[in-house]
């Protein structure tokens, strides 16, 4: 009887969530000390339809995202690990970090800036890779503070990089703002500000499938992008400079394509799959960020749009996934899930000044801005009358 009384409570309750009457609420828990002992913390975030976020201040990661599909049926769609280990491990893919200082690649770890040449780590092959190997943003604990507006709340997180960590020139307080709305958006903003001349590039690194972590294939999760260009990669991931127009490749999603569409075409090539950057459409006047991508899977209903205010994202589609076991006893396979980077281009230290190629220099006094947003929604179900007519349409034109 007890029982009975507790599970009809529960679905009461999450009936209760889900119909938009939950409390947005944030709090803190403990989640386990660092190899080196520092105490790490996640803060849950949810907001009044149910909507749960949670970021840890280990690497400002995000660990988890709870998104409610189009029968109100909530999934987590990121991956993770269960404890502050499973980030250390060797396979950790970066799962929901953010990534910095320079997230993405410089070839050969090396740039030049005002006639000074800098050394960096190579830690992907001949290159550098998403900050270096030891002190990188995805590894460094941050501070972090929490807050609460009308409408939304969320956790600031900040830290400061000596001038010479990983080999990057000056001291550089960098923080990331992590908000979550009661429109079912998360804001990410990025800031930084550096006592010399140096490079930026921070981005965060959440892998998704809109079916739930977990789910064996995104292959049938639809992508659209917003870029006519994309920056075509050398056998080492770096771009030779050339700004390509994406017509006629397997990266043309101008229109709403299926990932497992095309992706073998790709498959023998350097990238080994999807792993490009995009140069976005600019901006319309008077737009603040721009639509760069929709994501979403057909079955759950669940969708995902990406704004953003900086010129490129990388489409990574989970080509080096090899079966890591993440959290909540899940399995993370070959190309099951995809991460969407707003960025600068990748190597743009060494491409500063060339048409198309965007700054990341940042230099004293000045401010460096990101704002990247992960808004989620749901895709009703397609009749098949409007199947039909849309798919008549596209055939017309
Ligand atoms: C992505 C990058 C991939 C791979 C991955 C981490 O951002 O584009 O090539 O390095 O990170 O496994």
Redesign the pocket.
């Known amino acids: 009887m007890i029982r009975f009384f507790a599970c009809g409570l529960a679905a009461f309750l999450s009936v209760v969530a889900s119909a938009g009457f939950a409390r947005a609420d944030i709090h803190a828990l403990d989640f386990g000390k660092t190899k080196n002992g520092e105490d790490v913390k996640i803060y849950e975030i949810t907001n009044e339809n149910g909507m749960k976020v949670r970021v840890m201040t280990r690497g400002a990661t995000l660990v988890g995202l709870e998104a409610p599909d189009r029968n109100r049926r909530i999934s987590d769609v990121v991956f993770g690990f269960d404890n502050v280990q499973g980030y250390e491990s060797k396979d950790n893919?970066?799962f929901g970090a953010t990534v910095g200082r320079y997230a993405?690649r410089i070839a050969k770890g090396k740039f030049t800036l005002d006639g000074k040449e800098y050394q960096l780590a190579t830690n992907?092959g001949p290159n550098h890779?998403?900050g270096g190997d030891g002190r990188s943003f995805d590894k460094v604990v941050w501070k972090a503070r929490r807050f609460e507006n009308p409408g939304e709340c969320g956790v600031k997180f900040t830290y400061t990089s000596p001038d010479g960590e990983e080999g990057y020139p000056g001291t550089l307080e960098a923080s990331v703002t992590y908000t979550l709305t009661d429109k079912n958006a998360l804001r990410l903003e990025y800031s930084a500000k550096t006592d010399k001349p140096t490079i930026i590039n921070l981005t965060n690194?959440a892998y998704f499938n809109l079916a739930g972590a977990g789910s064996p294939t995104i292959n049938d999760h639809t992508l659209r992008i917003f870029a006519d260009k994309y920056t075509p990669v050398d056998a080492t991931?770096i771009p030779t400079g050339e700004i390509a127009p994406v017509e006629g490749t397997p990266l043309d999603f101008r229109k709403t394509t299926a990932i497992g569409q095309r992706v073998d075409q790709l498959t023998a090539t350097s990238a080994k799959g999807y792993?490009h950057n995009f140069v976005l459409n600019p901006k319309k006047r008077g737009e603040e960020l721009t639509k760069a991508a929709e994501l979403v899977d057909p079955a759950s209903g669940r969708k995902l749009t990406v704004y953003t205010d900086q010129p490129g994202i990388?489409f990574?589609g989970g080509n080096?996934l090899n079966g890591v076991k993440g959290k909540n006893g899940q399995t993370y396979a070959y190309r099951s899930a995809c991460?969407l980077?707003t960025q600068v281009f990748p190597d743009s230290p060494n491409h500063q000044g060339q048409e198309g190629w965007p700054n990341c220099v940042l230099r004293p006094g000045e401010s460096y801005k990101h704002t990247c947003v992960y808004a989620f929604s749901v895709k009703e179900k397609e009749t098949k009358r409007a199947a039909d007519k849309k798919s008549a349409k596209e055939k017309k034109s």
Do not use: A, P, R, S
């Open positions: 893919g970066y993405n992907d890779l998403h690194h991931l792993d990388q990574y080096f991460c980077e």
